[in-house]
Structures are given as structure tokens and as C-alpha cells.
């Protein structure tokens, strides 16, 4: 018998990836606006 500490809610974790796929988009769009500026900074 499994200890019930150790089972983790399938929903908890979607939620979990959910929020790491956001906080990827996130930084990609900080990103990408950072390089934006370079290239502006460089005309």
C-alpha cells in the first residue's frame, strides 16, 4: 500500500506545467523585446 504522501494530484501537476508554459512564453516576449532594442540601439 502506496503512502498517500507520496500520490500526487494529476490536476495539481497539469496546473504546475500550465503555469511553467507561461512563465516560458513570458520570458520568450522579455526576450525577444530586449533583442528588439539592441538592434534599435544599433541602427
Same mark, same amino acid.
Given at each position: /500500500?502506496?503512502? @498517500? #504522501? +507520496?500520490? @500526487? =494530484? @494529476? #490536476?495539481?501537476? $497539469? @496546473? +504546475?506545467? =500550465?503555469?511553467?508554459? /507561461? #512563465?516560458? +512564453?513570458?520570458?520568450? =516576449?522579455?526576450? #525577444?523585446?530586449?533583442?528588439?532594442?539592441?538592434?534599435?540601439?544599433? $541602427?
Amino acid at each position: /500500500m502506496p503512502d @498517500i #504522501n +507520496n500520490e @500526487i =494530484d @494529476i #490536476n495539481t501537476l $497539469e @496546473i +504546475n506545467v =500550465d503555469a511553467l508554459e /507561461m #512563465n516560458m +512564453n513570458n520570458s520568450e =516576449d522579455v526576450v #525577444n523585446q530586449y533583442i528588439l532594442q539592441v538592434l534599435q540601439i544599433q $541602427e
